[in-house]
């Protein structure tokens, strides 16, 4: 057989019971002559045996173990294997459509450094985020386009969904930040700000499982790993400078580090913000980043020790602001202070500003039970 035409990458860690789907959506696609790597992180489950079954069944499968180092390593480790000219990851939780990398390739041209298809999200967890999903992934263009800021910006920031040029990938040394989550942003948009073109092919060929012990379940629950979100913009900012992109990607970098930042601030445990403060302070000062006033305000009231700020708005307009310091609750109605009282019997909250209760707010506890 010839020299295959995609390498497809697939970190394994503890998911033998996802992992054969997985396989066996790579196995059978119709595109043949495809190079499948899986990259065993020291599983600790069954997920190492079945890798290797899988590799005495299909020689087109390449099998590494390693100690556990994450997913970034494993992709890395991946990448080193990989011999085709072209490459693509693939979480070994999700699974791909039969047709998808023939389909695929068949965009893929000299002169198209990236192709891009949809992605379906799947599975019961996190319902309540399933429309925002759906919103991000959605690809904002069809065909052929020239990659600018307006592209880079737009398109969903994973990597699994795309297929990359593994000669631009070496050329420039892009690699997944080890040990750091959203590892995805960071290898996009350093790989997207040295290509060509891309194409859009709007199929959702990727079918992508929210499940409730995924990284990006236990980073809406609040995890302190959410700081990796901004964390890696130390990783993004590094690349742009060694290749003389900062100066001209000013305002896409700018606009990365908004993302980043407030996501991270979100996300993380309120006790935890004051690390997102020294870290986005540093990143903002050593790259000379011009970010947006939200931020620098944000910057400043944790610096002040107060670990929570909401903004009250009504048509865009500043009206009231909450601000918590341990214990210490502030708000304020038009920037003068207001007080809040609580019923004790119910949840009503009555805020009076110069002793005039000005609005009240009743909040309902959910039942399970019919009424």
Not at 219 to 240: G, N, Q, R, V, W
């Amino acid at each position: 057989m010839s020299a295959p035409e995609i390498s497809i990458i697939v970190p394994v860690y503890n998911v033998q019971k996802y992992l054969q789907k997985c396989v066996d959506s790579l196995r059978f696609q119709t595109l043949k002559n495809i190079q499948i790597i899986l990259v065993d992180d020291g599983s600790t489950d069954l997920s190492a045996q079945i890798c290797d079954e899988y590799m005495k069944q299909d020689k087109r499968i390449v099998v590494i173990h390693q100690q556990n180092q994450g997913l970034s390593s494993a992709r890395n480790t991946g990448l080193k294997y990989a011999t085709s000219p072209l490459v693509t990851f693939v979480d070994s939780d999700d699974c791909v459509s039969k047709q998808t990398y023939q389909q695929a390739l068949s965009c893929m041209t000299d002169d198209i450094d990236l192709v891009c298809f949809g992605i379906e999200v799947v599975g019961d967890a996190l319902m309540e985020h399933r429309q925002a999903d759906q919103e991000y992934y959605k690809l904002p263009f069809e065909g052929l386009h020239k990659i600018e800021e307006n592209v880079i910006l737009k398109t969903d920031k994973s990597v699994c969904n795309k297929i990359f040029k593994r000669d631009l990938i070496k050329k420039f040394h892009i690699q997944f930040p080890c040990g750091l989550n959203n590892e995805d942003y960071c290898f996009f948009v350093k790989y997207a700000s040295i290509a060509n073109k891309v194409y859009f092919l709007n199929r959702q060929f990727y079918q992508y499982l929210r499940h409730s012990g995924s990284i990006m379940a236990e980073t809406f629950l609040k995890s302190p790993k959410a700081i990796d979100h901004l964390k890696i913009m130390e990783d993004i900012c590094a690349f742009y400078q060694q290749n003389n992109l900062i100066t001209k990607h000013r305002h896409m970098v700018a606009a990365f580090f908004n993302d980043c930042f407030s996501y991270a601030y979100r996300y993380t445990p309120n006790t935890e913000r004051t690390h997102i403060c020294n870290l986005a302070k540093a990143i903002i000062e050593k790259y000379h980043l011009q970010v947006s006033d939200s931020i620098i305000k944000r910057i400043r009231f944790l610096e002040k020790g107060y670990n929570e700020y909401r903004s009250l708005k009504i048509f865009g307009v500043l009206i009231g602001e909450y601000f918590r310091k341990g214990d210490k609750r502030v708000y304020k109605i038009f920037k003068i202070p207001t007080l809040k009282i609580r019923s004790k019997d119910h949840e009503i909250y009555k805020y009076y500003l110069f002793g005039f209760p000005i609005f009240v707010v009743r909040r309902f506890k959910a039942t399970s039970k019919w009424v």
